[in-house]
């Protein structure tokens, strides 16, 4: 059921102990905010949605030592506590109280900061971005060069880093291996990009939709094919000589990884990066996993580490490498919100950018 969103007059608190207020200058549209709209992806509400955005520090609460008013700063939508098995490990994106804080719709500090009529609000992913103002906690904002336009840094939060860190950290795509990416929205492009920068050849792109085909075409992909057009698997296995070493599905849809999985050699990895609805269920032949010694690997935020990761994105994206602006479609303001989903939603568009 899709609920639009309300845009309303809240209060939001000060920043308390290792949090930070921030001033929310630019926010995509994902289609994982699309999918707590639809239900496709369920929150505790009612909350304040999105998880891809930059802005500026505004107000530092106690204990926040190493940034200041003025500092610029991306949300990471998964906050790392630094101290739990999987952040000691190596694997923040995962990390044991940022995940239940983000279940919760808390900050990691265990906050809401955002009340309307005396409630507390839930936070989206502990960033809650479509608001001129949020509070986030430090854990969850990384320090970014102060020239780099925040419209185009708001994507490194979600698309650049889903997608790029999709291809160079959980694949760990070589160069010359062949990759296949199903799903071209904000996401499977950005992988486009990654694809493009591990040197993969031939990078083959999918999508239900021709323009969306053409552009990935325009960023780097060597061959394109849409779904509807004959046999897709069989136009994967010729453009690759077999099938994909590596494929990738960034569409949200359990069709897609069926695909993906049926368009990967035998020996090769299937990386799925979707979020479909949680009761949704994948079937495989089970014997090739075995017998073709397949890898099946699911990334949640481009299994980055924020602190390390975005700021080697932002570097290839100034030296001309991560053309990570191409991605942007448009602007709008908070009033706007609701048709730009609607846009979203019917795939006219890649990524959208709300000025609050
Ligand atoms: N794993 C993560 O950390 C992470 C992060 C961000 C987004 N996501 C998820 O990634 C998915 C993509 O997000 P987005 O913002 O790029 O979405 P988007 O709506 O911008 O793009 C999705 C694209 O997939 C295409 N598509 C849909 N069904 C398809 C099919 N069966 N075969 C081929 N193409 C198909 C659509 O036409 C569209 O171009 C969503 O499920 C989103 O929730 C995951
Ligand atoms: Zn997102
Ligand atoms: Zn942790």
Redesign the pocket.
């Known amino acids: 059921m899709s609920r639009p969103l309300e845009v309303l007059e809240v209060d939001l608190e000060e920043p308390g102990l290792g949090e930070v207020l921030v001033e929310v200058r630019a926010a995509g549209l ?3 905010d ?2 707590a709209i639809d239900g ?2 369920p929150w505790p509400l009612p909350i304040v949605l999105g998880h ?1 955005a930059a802005g500026i520090v505004r107000a530092v609460g106690p204990g926040v030592r190493d940034l200041v008013e003025g500092d610029h700063v991306v949300f990471s ?1 998964v906050p790392m506590c630094g101290s739990c098995r999987y952040c000691v490990a190596g694997r923040p ?1 995962l990390c044991e109280r940022g995940v239940q804080a983000n279940r919760e719709g808390r900050l990691i500090t265990g906050a809401r900061r955002f009340y309307l009529e005396g409630k507390p609000l839930n936070h989206h992913l502990g960033v809650a971005a479509f608001s001129q103002f949020t509070v986030a906690a430090r854990e969850s904002l990384v320090p970014i060069p102060k020239d780099v336009p925040l419209e185009t840094a708001a994507l490194f939060g ?2 650049i ?3 790029v860190g ?1 291809v160079l950290n959980t694949a760990r795509v070589e160069e010359g291996a062949s990759v296949a990416i ?9 992988a486009v990009m990654g694809a493009v920068l591990a040197g993969a050849y031939p990078i083959a792109a ?4 021709p323009a ?1 085909v053409e552009l990935a075409r325009s960023m780097g992909a060597t061959h394109g094919v849409v ?1 509807g057009d004959g046999d897709v698997v069989e136009a994967i296995r010729e453009i690759t000589g077999g099938g994909a070493d590596y494929a990738f599905e ?4 359990v ?2 990884m069926s ?1 993906a999985y049926k368009a990967t050699r035998r020996g090769g990895v299937t990386v ?5 609805h949680p009761e949704r269920v994948l079937s495989l032949p089970a014997v090739s996993l075995t017998a073709e010694e397949r890898i099946l690997k ?5 299994s980055t580490n924020p602190r390390r990761d975005l700021p080697r994105f932002l570097t290839l994206h100034r030296i001309g490498r991560l053309p990570a602006e191409r991605l942007v479609t448009g602007t709008l303001s908070l009033e706007a919100i609701n048709e730009g989903f609607d846009r ?2 019917r ?1 006219e ?3 959208q950018i709300v000025i609050p």
């Open positions: 994902c289609h994982s699309l999918s496709t992806r891809e939508f994106y979600c698309a880093a889903t997608g999709a199903f799903g071209l929205g904000g996401v499977g492009l950005a999918v999508d239900l939709l969306k779904v960034t569409a949200g849809s069709e897609a695909l799925t990066v979707g979020l479909p699911g990334s949640y935020m481009g979203l939603a795939g568009v890649v990524r």
